[in-house]
């Protein structure tokens, strides 16, 4: 297992920052996903950590050892690339041998390590086959056999399943973090797709402009965000806007938009009363009844649309002209389109943001 730690990380091109002084450290036999929206610099970091990109500034190290300007094929890092760059004219065989062949590893064991590799991403029974003969999802397995099978001590994946439908995405980010875990890697993963992180990490670092935002554990980061953009970027959000009216040390009151409806805050970032207030909420912290239950933050309101998804109902009702999302699990009580309704959101999920 190995340790990876970027201190003050900057990549420019031309005079464009791509990376922004970045730290970031990955713990021995975790996944760190590094996500963000497209052109964040998160790529731009991956690469850079695999010794495609020479920072400007910054160091790179491994285990504390200093591999800033060493050599991609020196630093022992396994490469998986979003279009899986597999060799077209080359055999499932050949594309996962040719690590180990550069490498001089001799004939018999390099035919045993290919095997046992593409044994473990089930695919050892496609040994002849080219790329072209073989499905997304099989190719995608292939190149993770290639970037295992020279033993990394540090894995690479730039959005390896980018390319793959809904479903088998599901399957396969499952299947790479049982692997990962069942040979003790440590393990950087780049993603747009927030479930995907979510799911497959240990460690999440959010990303936006080449800076690092907030990094920590997957649930901290959905239920503890450290401002608007991480909120609104990670999961479903419903977005209000309003302004903070009554400030106190441990919460504070925001009257919606122009409308007469106030939520109380126990979730609050740089309030300031007569200041603006951005609010972000989760569809399924919010409660839906038909009847009052007299109790804080309750709004009446009406239902706009229903859609029913099979272990939720997604509801749309309408909050200060601002239209939001709620996701009914428990769905006993019978709800239809027109039917007034009381909405209640608990403090604690308004969570709300001055900047």
């Known amino acids: 297992m190995t340790t990876v730690k970027c201190v003050g990380i900057t990549k420019r091109f031309g005079t464009f920052e791509a990376v922004k002084d970045v730290d970031i450290e990955a713990q021995e036999g975790e996944i760190l996903t590094l996500l963000g929206p497209s052109g964040c610099g998160k790529s731009t970091t991956l690469r850079t950590i695999a010794g495609f990109n020479i920072p400007d500034e910054g160091t790179i190290f491994f285990d504390g050892r200093d591999i800033t300007n060493l050599a991609p094929q020196d630093r022992n890092t396994g490469m998986v690339f979003q279009n899986y760059a597999l060799w077209p004219h080359m055999s499932v065989e050949e594309n996962v041998d040719y690590g180990l062949k550069i490498r001089k590893i001799e004939k018999e064991l390099r035919h045993s390590r290919v095997f046992e590799t593409l044994n473990m991403v089930q695919m050892s029974d496609f040994l002849d086959r080219t790329p072209l003969q073989l499905s997304g999802g099989q190719q995608q397995r292939v190149a993770v056999a290639r970037a295992l099978v020279i033993n990394p001590d540090v894995l690479l994946l730039d959005e390896p399943l980018s390319n793959l439908d809904a479903k088998l995405r599901i399957e396969t980010r499952k299947e790479i973090r049982a692997l990962v875990k069942q040979l003790n890697l440590t393990a950087i993963f780049v993603t747009h797709d927030q479930s995907e992180a979510l799911s497959i990490s240990d460690s999440i670092a959010v990303m936006n402009e080449g800076e690092i935002i907030q990094h920590g554990p997957p649930r901290e980061i959905y239920e503890k965000p450290k401002n608007f953009f991480v909120a609104s970027f990670i999961g479903e959000a419903n977005e209000l806007k309003g302004t903070f009216i009554n400030v106190k040390p441990e919460s504070a009151e925001i009257q919606i938009g122009h409308s007469d409806i106030k939520l109380q805050s126990d979730y609050t970032r740089d309030a300031a009363n007569n200041n603006p ?24 309101t009406r239902i706009i649309s229903m859609m029913y998804m099979g272990s939720y109902e997604r509801i749309e009702v309408v909050l200060g002209k601002v239209r939001i999302t709620i996701h009914r699990f428990d769905q006993k009580e019978k709800l239809k389109e027109r039917d007034e309704v009381f909405i209640q959101i608990d403090p604690e999920d308004v969570m709300t943001f001055g900047k």
């Open 277 to 300: 207030a951005f609010i972000a909420i989760r569809p399924e912290k919010i409660n839906i009844y038909k009847d009052s239950k007299g109790l804080l933050n309750e709004v009446k």
